[in-house]
């Protein structure tokens, strides 16, 4: 099993900046994409931003481009969210999500972390 755990969600005024962290752990043999969706109040959970297994391809829904980056620390299975010039907009819930297989089991799989609120208002 794959434990994804995101940390960083705070309320914080228009303009300012944020960084979500997401690590993960368990019995994990290889992980691949990784990468942070978000869901706001009564819409669906929509992509934000991913990044690649190795070769650090990353790619950004257009309402966060210019805005927030995405980084990986390959050694830590650990995935960043950088976000600045934050917008009321962007008030959701972050979800960290990865693919990855275990050992016990070698095919690929789709995890989701718990979820941390960000918050931009005035």
């Known amino acids: 099993q794959v434990q994804l755990v995101e940390s960083g969600g705070a309320a914080v005024q228009p303009g300012g900046s944020l960084r979500l962290s997401c690590s993960a752990s368990g019995s994990i043999f290889r992980l691949t994409n990784m990468g942070w969706y978000r869901q706001a109040p009564g819409k669906q959970r929509e992509f934000v931003a991913t990044i690649g297994s190795s070769n650090s391809i990353t790619n950004y829904a257009d309402s966060v481009k210019g805005r927030f980056t995405i980084a990986r620390d390959y050694a830590k299975n650990t995935v960043y969210l950088q976000m600045d010039s934050l917008k009321p907009e962007d008030t959701a819930v972050y979800y960290c999500?990865?693919?990855?297989?275990?050992?016990?089991?070698?095919?690929?799989?789709?995890?989701w972390g718990q979820g941390t609120q960000v918050t931009v208002s005035s």
């Open positions: 999500h990865a693919v990855a297989s275990t050992y016990s089991d070698r095919t690929y799989d789709s995890y």
